[in-house]
């Protein structure tokens, strides 16, 4: 069994901004899959979906606890199906990628993300493959506006091109594991947007709603 978690705030008002792209990668999946809407699991907190892909039992959710809560609805399904956490992929939005970069990564630090940072500590593991789309980055004291802000117009190709490889490779890492995915992608992502892309730490501390 496999866990596909998008993160994201619940409701209209956040629907399209940029701290939703994990919501956007789950649903993307579950247009590509044809599945049903999801069902609101009032123990897990979240919307999910149940779905084979082959030989594989496949969950989806989107947890609706707000984004710095995460981990109580994560850590409810992983308890109760028993998951090891490398068989979970978090896919989160990332301020210091640059807006339709995509980087896959085993383990780490949340890098600031405090939906990722709330999944970690609850289930006690920085062990969690995760999936971070770049928004692109601001000065310091904008990040809470930037993260809660929709994407401009110019934006919108990249990031478009973005989800759907988002999707692309979260397929990937269902069918042939974490390294495929991570050197097909990781590499892919390299070769598009070049050796300056930043990778991942010292972002400052986020306020998303809670």
């Known amino acids: 069994m496999k866990l596909v978690v998008g993160l994201g705030n619940p409701g209209a008002k956040y629907e399209h901004t940029r701290h939703n792209v994990g919501f956007v990668v789950v649903s993307e999946l579950a247009r590509r899959w044809r599945l049903a809407s999801p069902r609101y699991d009032r123990d897990f907190q979240g919307m999910l979906w149940d779905t084979q892909r082959g030989d594989e039992r ?90 809660l802000s929709t994407f401009a117009p110019d934006e919108l190709p990249a990031i478009g091109h973005a989800l759907a490889t988002a999707a692309d490779a979260v397929e990937c890492w269902l069918a042939e594991g974490m390294v495929a995915a991570m050197n097909r992608y990781n590499r892919k992502a390299d070769r598009e947007n070049g050796p300056s892309e930043a990778g991942g730490g010292g972002r400052p501390s986020r306020g998303e709603p809670s």
């Open 58 to 147: 496949v969950l989806m959710l989107m947890p609706q606890t707000y984004m710095n809560l995460s981990g109580q609805s994560v850590g409810a399904v992983q308890r109760f199906y028993k998951l090891a956490p490398q068989d979970m992929l978090v896919a989160c939005d990332d301020v210091d990628l640059p807006v339709g970069t995509i980087r896959l990564r085993s383990s780490g630090s949340s890098g600031g993300q405090k939906g990722l940072g709330d999944i970690l500590a609850r289930l006690g593991t920085q062990d969690v493959p995760r999936l971070r789309i770049g928004i692109g980055k601001v000065h310091r004291s904008a990040t809470v506006e930037h993260v």
